[in-house]
């Protein structure tokens, strides 16, 4: 089920190159800095991707921290989107307004990714119903799911869950 996470973060990483292209197509930006906000999505799917892609192939507690990061600042960049795209015609915006060009809407699809981010990476979304699948992690405060958990401790009755090699490393130095 590890490899599930990790797909799951390589998924993503998918994910933002396709509205890289997507965006790249539609703000219709060349190689050459424009100057405008409109090399702020592209830029930022772009970095999205190979953040996303760098956890989902080495899942090390900087590259988790970041990806939790960049799911944050993607919502947000998708409501600033939505803000430029919408802000033209808030005077007169009515439904057949949301489909003329630019797409009014269309940057909440980085606001989606970011909620779905967020939702895995705290363990919200989980593989299975089972209640006592979510452990802590005693080193970084994590709640993780026993099932992608590098190792699961029981000590003194408790059940720990490590998320990472490096917290499996701290957990053995300070039980030592």
Known sequence: MRQMAQGLALFFGL????LFVDVLLEHRVGLAPTGSAKLVPVVFSLFAAGTAVMAGLWPKRQTLNAFTLIMALSILVGLAGAYFHLRSSLANLTVNTLYVFPPKLAPL?????GIMGLLVTFG???PTLEKDTVVLDPICGRRISKVVAVAV????????GLC????????RKRAA
């Open 15 to 18: 994910s933002y190159i396709i």
């Open 109 to 113: 699809a980085f606001s989606g990714i």
């Open 124 to 126: 919200f979304l989980k």
């Open 153 to 160: 401790v029981r000590t003194d009755g408790a059940v720990y």
């Open 164 to 171: 990472c090699p490096l917290c499996e490393q701290e957990f």
